[in-house]
């Protein structure tokens, strides 16, 4: 069984950039999260897609998107990149949405914005 | 709104102490309560987790009790090791999506 997967591991990217950020989903998974964790914090709820649809969306503008796709892996998007944008983001896939499921977390992508 | 909130750190314990690391919740309904935990370079790893009152999540020698009367989710371990030193993570999960809310974290220490 494979666990959920990151790419890229690492990026640095100039202010006003805009960045996708990757991931695959463990094996059977329908909902995938996305968070923002910034330095010494917890993660904090950007989006969820379940069955390629957003279904829920925390405090974040709308330069942050996303995509799923029919496998359900999923895409984030970040335009016009801020410095505060600095952060490890961690996707997170589910069997099915509900407040039961557990997440299996990624390893994350820790972006830096100069 | 719903909110977790977590002892502050860092704690640091000699190899075979006792921890408790506390967590109190507010929350709408009924939501169900995690402990994860995250590793030096790594993502979070699910310790343990409760979905109903009273219930007891307990995982690698760690436990939690969900206490309603007391809205708080304490994780505790009777003997820790040196390998446990991690940062931890109490969360919640609310209402009808799987949005969850993290507390700020608590970094553990063992030394031997």
């Known amino acids: 069984e494979t666990g959920v997967t990151q790419s890229p591991t690492h990026l640095i990217k100039t202010r006003g950039q805009q960045v996708t950020l990757r991931c695959s989903s463990q094996s059977g998974h329908n909902t995938v999260s996305w968070y923002q964790q910034a330095l010494g914090q917890g993660p904090q709820f950007i989006f969820q897609y379940y069955r390629e649809e957003e279904n829920g969306r925390g405090n974040f503008p709308p330069r942050f998107s996303g995509l799923q796709f029919p496998n359900y892996s999923s895409e984030l998007n970040v335009n016009a990149l801020e410095l505060d944008d600095s952060a490890l983001y961690l996707c997170?896939?589910?069997?099915?949405?509900?407040?039961?499921?557990?997440?299996?977390f990624g390893s994350g992508t820790r972006l830096t914005v100069v | 709104g719903d909110s977790v909130t977590q002892m502050e750190g860092p704690v640091t314990l000699s190899e075979e102490a006792f921890l408790t690391i506390n967590c109190t919740y507010t929350?709408?309904?009924?939501?169900?309560l995690f402990w994860y935990v995250q590793y030096p370079g790594e993502g979070l790893q699910l310790l343990l987790k409760?979905?109903?009152?009273?219930d007891k999540g307990s995982n690698k020698g760690f436990e939690a009790t969900y206490r309603k009367e007391t809205t708080s989710f304490h994780l505790e371990k009777g003997s820790v090791q040196v390998s446990d030193s991690a940062v931890y993570f109490c969360a919640l999960s609310a209402g009808t999506g799987n949005q969850f809310y993290f507390g700020t974290g608590t970094s553990l220490t063992v030394i031997p």
């Open positions: 929350a709408t309904g009924y939501p169900s």
């Open positions: 997170a896939s589910s069997l099915e949405q509900g407040r039961g499921y557990g997440y299996t």
């Open positions: 409760a979905t109903k009152a009273d």
